[in-house]
């Protein structure tokens, strides 16, 4: 059964989605559980992965390298059970980058995206909180640990979506392909002026994009979720199914 709210929206008879999420690099997925009921709740599927050195996850060492990595060992192990229109890759603030990556492996095969509180580029994230850390922040993300002999290591980005997209085609078809960004009105860490050039973003690289701008009564309003809230979370289950 549909047990979510919403379920008027969704067609009964549709292919089964599946959310490949990636959540803030430093939590687990058992932190999760809430996103967990909303999914689970629309009877679609969803995948967590813990990042390196993260709860259960004692392999790689923490770097940008290495969670793409990660993001890709995950989506091996699903990626024959859905034709790619039926596959979301996302995630919130630090973890979007992370699916913003394979994204881009995988965007001439149509997967969709979506990203919560999150930005096309570091800077917009690391210098409204503190200009004079910025610089340590974005030099700790490189890795020397990754096995030498890797002939298809992943690129040094520094988690910017606007870097790891800036050479992918327009994608016009029109199954597939989708992108999402959520974001919460008045983030304490992201300007405004990032989320319209996120959006700039996906536009270029996807015709069928859409933008839900929410309102928190949160205290911390960047760690809310949209799926609280009634009006974003009926917006975002009809982008998916429509």
């Known amino acids: 059964l549909i047990t979510c709210d919403c379920s008027d929206v969704i067609p009964v008879d549709a292919p089964k989605k599946c959310f490949l999420y990636a959540h803030s690099t430093s939590s687990s997925f058992i932190s999760d559980w809430k996103r ?85 580029d570091l800077n917009d994230f690391v210098k409204p909180i503190s200009p004079f850390w910025a610089p340590f922040v974005k030099g700790s993300l490189g890795s020397n640990d990754l096995p030498k002999h890797m002939q298809d290591k992943p690129p040094s980005c520094q988690f910017g979506a606007a870097k ?49 701008l929410y309102k928190s009564d949160a205290k911390w309003r960047h760690a809310d979720n949209f799926f609280h809230y009634q009006e974003p979370r009926r917006n975002f289950i009809q982008t998916l199914f429509n």
């Open 164 to 212: 790891l997209w800036e050479n992918l085609p327009l994608y016009t078809k029109k199954s597939g392909g989708k992108i999402i960004i959520v974001q919460v009105e008045k983030d304490e860490h992201i300007d405004e002026s990032a989320y319209a050039r996120y959006v700039a973003l996906a536009k270029k690289v996807n015709t069928n994009v859409s933008h839900i």
């Open 36 to 120: 967990a009921n909303f999914y689970i709740g629309m009877k679609q599927d969803l995948c967590f992965f813990d990042n390196g050195n993260t709860w259960k996850n004692q392999g790689r060492p923490p770097s940008e390298e290495s969670f793409y990595l990660e993001i890709e060992a995950a989506y091996a192990k699903i990626a024959n059970n859905y034709a790619a229109e039926n596959l979301w890759v996302g995630g919130s603030c630090g973890g979007a980058p992370i699916a913003a990556y394979l994204k881009s492996r995988l965007h001439n095969q149509g997967v969709n995206f979506f990203a919560e509180q999150s930005f096309p």
